[in-house]
């Protein structure tokens, strides 16, 4: 972890504060001045990682920009339970136009902004997976080749989930959706599809790509940050657990973001111009099936026919990405 | 109409919209039982002190005032308490216990130290208290009296007060300048001590007292009929002690063994190696895991040279020999006699057997009743003598310095109650912080510091202390190990990780923070993400 590590027994930089620091090492979250730019009274569901996420990247960037920040937003849960008309639970600048179009939008305003030489003021775009990996991707791969100044963060659900949860290409296989039921010999998600875009928008050469998920806030709030001292088109891939869409419990979220890590299925790590420069470390590696089991899109790889053979293929997921990027602590490997 | 094509409604906030009407649970702020404080007993809020000494600094004092609430002996705490609070500790679980004991010895030298006192802050209440024994259930018991207003007098048999802490335990496990400023410091209080004063008759002074708690102690050394020709030199372990401590150094010999298993008998045997034995030799009928002995105490006389024989009974005693009888454990555990019996040199026999107590004085006491040759007494200290409590050795329970204090402060607390003619307040137990009720993913790795100790050399040729004390530096980190189990101990983790910011954090520094019932949801987010479990879910009344 590349960010400053406090040297402070009993929990150190694990949590999000502490009252034996001084405020300016705690983290965003931690402090009363935070500017809690989605606030309280959005209809998202109990537990929602997606709107965590949001205020957790979105309060950072607001931190780190002074506040000279304006948010586009493509469709998707984030959108919808946030700005039901007429109320907005925005507490900054916020547009939204359509589904596909977000990093296309963004990097319009990105330039209408240079255009009136306000550069001062920053552009974050949003979007879930769907919004990101399937529908916007043509947009975004324009914005990163044009490199716009634009940060576009995914916060990445793993599937379409306002609309009912159906399948996206961030969908992980086996998982059973609206659309990949578990039946047939190989029940859920397919083996060998969907797509990695932290590693696309690698291969862009854009200044800073980094993951991340709502389990490490302090990770979190640390790319944030650094993402806004970069000019020119940035990607933060924040994986966001959904309890309805998983069928996990509400107060999992933090638990399978954190999981799903330490498993080594969600590599976090950040890159610059298309090299990885630093990556989280796994501290306390679990088998996937520890990932797995609390959540309803895998309970038929457990039931009363477990299918022990697929958990062993999405192990081996997790071995490739531990081996490919490294996810173990030197000396463990 | 001045609204945008289309527009009709002003733009709100969602605060309108409160989402709290979803909850079917709330999640509520709690204290559980840390495992610390359920186990001592001197019934310390471990926990708390810890949270208060986690901050250093001015967090010291502090700490040592929270310890002082229970115990008035911090700095002999951390040096003779077997701390049950460590093998208590839920962090023994994920790495090493916490060093507790280590971290009181600091608070405790601190404030001899930066010479913190305590005061009455009450107003006299004209009660007189007569506390019969200056040991540490005595001194507990005046101290936690005085501090209530009443008037006491300890009346001592002995020479000096402290009882078994200065008579039982060498020096070399508790510095005699420690016990006196702890001891001074109860007496700064305004309590009466009077030297050198054996109440011989308990119901002749009885009646110049509104009540009386009794706290003599057991110092007769139990003697076992061990056949002895002329020559043998056998003592006990009780006088031997106690003589050195007056002054009389015990005649012993090179070799010297020492029969018995309990703390007493490691004692002894350390005290020998000390005075000049080039050898100790523990003579123990059982094995050397079902020694009463502490661990610690064990492991200490091992490392000062003290041999063991184990599962050996003595069956005679002549001039520098003994004969001994080797034993076998029954399916139950008890020894029985081999009839094989072989010799050993010794010089001079210790019994380290166990202790009696005198009771002599309670003769004629209406109610009075002892069995097994200790006093019985109710959960509130009383005996049946209506007025008259006890604690310490002289009551059925385990015997150490920690459980006599406790005797002291429930004696003390029960005392107050029976003068005012009120009950005592009844003391709350929530449910145990158990292991399973934390996260501890959020902990920090962090091995535990363990105390340096003396040098061989120095420990078998002199009293000084064996096991040194924590620098400040040292003694905070270990303090920060503390998982805080069950307590808030103001992490911000709930205020992070609400997705709908419906936990606020009030802008104090103890960093407290309120559930925002119109906007909770009752996810359980915080429960779950909460480091020391200290937020539970209840359902709501629906």
């Known amino acids: ?333 | 109409m001045d609204k945008p094509f289309a527009i009709t409604l002003d733009v709100g906030t969602s605060r309108a919209n409160k989402t709290g009407s979803w909850r079917t649970e709330r999640a509520v702020y709690t204290n559980r039982m840390p495992p610390c404080n359920d186990a001592c007993p001197a019934g310390e809020n471990v926990q708390a002190w810890l949270y208060e000494a986690e901050e250093g600094g001015a967090g010291y004092e502090r700490a040592w005032r929270k310890i002082m609430a229970d115990n008035p002996f911090p700095a002999i705490m951390g040096r003779v308490c077997y701390h049950p609070c460590e093998t208590a500790c839920n962090r023994a679980q994920l790495d090493e216990a916490v060093g507790i004991n280590s971290v009181e010895r600091f608070v405790g030298d601190e404030a001899i130290r930066q010479g913190w006192t305590v005061s009455v802050e009450v107003p006299p209440t004209g009660k007189r208290v007569l506390v019969i024994g200056a040991g540490p259930s005595g001194l507990s018991a005046a101290y936690h009296l005085a501090l209530r207003g009443h008037t006491v007098t300890i009346k001592e048999a002995g020479p000096m007060a402290g009882g078994m802490m200065r008579f039982g335990i060498p020096r070399y496990r508790l510095s005699r300048d420690v016990l006196d400023a702890e001891v001074q410091r109860i007496l700064d209080l305004g309590v009466t001590l009077e030297l050198d004063t054996k109440v011989g008759d308990l119901e002749a002074v009885r009646q110049d007292y509104d009540a009386v708690f009794l706290a003599v102690g057991a110092q007769l050394g139990r003697r076992a009929y061990i056949p002895a020709g002329e020559a043998a030199h056998v003592l006990d372990a009780v006088s031997m002690l106690r003589d050195l401590e007056s002054g009389e150094k015990p005649l012993l010999g090179r070799r010297v063994a020492v029969y018995g298993g309990g703390n007493t008998a490691m004692d002894a045997a350390r005290t020998a190696k000390r005075l000049g034995a080039s050898e100790a030799i523990v003579v123990y009928r059982r094995t050397k895991d079902r020694m009463p002995a502490h661990e610690s105490e064990l492991r200490e006389a091992e490392d000062e040279g003290v041999l063991f024989k184990w599962l050996s009974t003595i069956k005679q005693v002549d001039g520098g020999r003994l004969t001994v009888e080797r034993m076998e454990l029954d399916d139950t555990g008890f020894p029985r006699a081999t009839g094989e019996v072989e010799e050993l040199d010794a010089d001079s026999l210790v019994l380290a057997l166990g202790q009696d107590t005198d009771l002599s004085l309670l003769d004629g006491v209406p109610g009075l009743v002892v069995e097994d040759g200790v006093v019985a007494v109710g959960s509130d200290m009383m005996t049946g003598c209506p007025g008259v409590f006890a604690g310490g050795d002289m009551v059925p329970h385990e015997r150490s310095v920690t459980v006599a204090v406790g005797h002291g402060k429930r004696a003390a607390r029960h005392i107050d109650a029976w003068l005012s003619g009120a009950a005592p307040e009844p003391v709350a137990r929530p449910a145990l912080a158990t292991f399973d009720t934390l996260n501890t993913w959020y902990y920090s790795d962090a091995p535990r510091a363990h105390r340096p100790v003396l040098d061989r050399a120095r420990r078998e040729s002199t009293f000084d202390e064996v096991v040194l004390g924590h620098d400040e530096s040292t003694a905070l980190m270990e303090a920060r190990r503390c998982m805080s189990c069950g307590n808030c101990f103001g992490c911000d983790n709930c205020y992070g990780v609400c997705p709908d910011n419906a936990v606020i954090k009030l802008d104090d520094p103890g960093g407290k923070y309120l559930i925002d019932l119109d906007y909770c949801k009752g996810c359980g987010l915080c429960v779950a993400e909460c480091p020391s479990g200290a937020i539970q879910m209840f359902p709501e009344r629906i």
């Open chain 1, 1 to 333: 972890m590349a960010f400053q590590q406090i040297k402070l027994y009993q929990t150190g930089t694990f949590v999000a504060g502490n009252r034996l620091l001084d405020p300016e090492q705690r983290s965003v979250q931690a402090r009363t001045g935070r500017s809690n730019s989605l606030t309280s009274g959005h209809r998202a569901c109990r537990g929602c990682g997606e709107a965590l996420g949001a205020r957790y990247v979105l309060d950072a960037a607001m931190r780190a920009t002074d506040g000279n920040l304006v948010a586009v937003n493509s469709t998707g849960c984030l959108e919808v339970f946030s700005t039901p008309y007429p109320e907005s639970s925005w507490q900054l600048p916020w547009l939204h136009s359509l589904f596909g179009n977000g990093p296309a939008v963004a990097a319009g305003v990105a330039a209408a902004l240079r255009a009136q030489g306000r550069e001062d003021i920053r552009v974050v775009g949003q979007a879930g997976d769907g919004g990101t990996v399937d529908i916007g991707f043509g947009t975004l791969s324009g914005m990163f080749e044009r490199n716009d100044d634009v940060l576009f963060v995914c916060y990445d659900n793993e599937g379409y989930m306002n609309t009912g949860v159906q399948r996206s290409g961030a969908t992980p296989p086996a998982a059973t959706t609206a659309n990949t039921k578990a039946l047939g010999g190989t029940p859920g998600n397919v083996f060998g599809q969907g797509k990695s875009v932290p590693l696309i928008a690698m291969a862009h050469e854009i200044p800073y790509v980094a993951t991340a998920t709502v389990a490490e806030l302090r990770d979190l709030e640390y790319k944030v940050e650094k993402a806004m001292t970069f000019r020119g088109a940035r990607y933060l891939h924040v994986f966001v657990p959904c309890p309805l869409g998983w069928g996990a419990a509400s107060a999992d979220t933090v638990k399978l973001a954190r999981l799903a890590k330490e498993t080594g299925l969600f590599p976090v790590f950040e890159a610059e111009a298309g090299t990885v420069t630093e990556v989280s470390k796994i501290r306390r590696q679990v088998p996937v099936e520890d990932y797995l089991r609390p959540q309803k899109r895998f309970a038929h790889l457990f039931g009363d026919q477990p299918r022990p053979d697929v958990v062993a293929r999405l192990q081996a997921r997790a071995d490739r990405n531990i081996a490919r990027f490294g996810l173990l602590p030197e000396g463990d490997e």
